[in-house]
């Protein structure tokens, strides 16, 4: 993970970078929760700035992520935990992009709000979104 820093240091390519991460998260086979994890805890540290489309596309990836890993999981109570701290860090994002200028972010961030509801849904955890 240590390449990513070049794509993040430079703007032009800084949006190149959080489209390529967001089509990995996608297309690859992740394996569980704990992957997912530690993919986030590298590349939040090197996140800077304001919200961009791209990096609402990449928290998005991320969601239907732990949708997927929620679809498959026989033991729900026990991703739980892991699931709410990720949450937690996305949220933060979410919110200060809800007031944006931008209609697209607002939109986007609108719309990954709503992903997170489905996916606390299949958790049986509606009440920790408030």
Same mark, same amino acid.
């Given at each position: *993970? ?7 240091? &430079? ?17 690859? #086979? $992740? !394996? ?8 986030? #805890?590298?590349?939040?540290? $090197? *996140? ?5 489309? !791209?990096?609402? !596309? %990449?928290?998005?990836?991320?969601? &239907? ?9 026989? &033991? ?9 701290? %990720? $949450?937690?860090? *996305?949220?933060?994002?979410? *919110?200060? /992009? ?18 997170? /509801?489905? $996916?606390?849904? /299949?958790? &049986?955890?509606?009440? !920790? %979104?408030?």
């Amino acid at each position: *993970m240590s390449g990513v820093k070049v794509f993040i240091a &430079d703007n032009l390519t800084q949006k190149r970078g959080y489209k390529l991460l967001a089509r990995i998260i996608e297309k690859y #086979e $992740l !394996q569980s929760v704990e992957e997912l994890y530690e993919i986030r #805890e590298e590349i939040t540290p $090197l *996140m800077r700035g304001q919200a961009t489309k !791209q990096r609402l !596309q %990449l928290i998005k990836s991320y969601i &239907d992520s732990l949708i997927r890993f929620t679809a498959q999981s026989t &033991d729900k109570a026990a991703m739980l935990p892991k699931i709410s701290e %990720l $949450l937690r860090s *996305m949220v933060i994002e979410l *919110m200060t /992009s809800i007031n944006n200028s931008n209609i697209k972010i607002r939109t986007l961030s609108g719309e990954i709000f709503g992903r997170i /509801s489905v $996916l606390l849904a /299949s958790l &049986d955890a509606l009440s !920790q %979104l408030l």
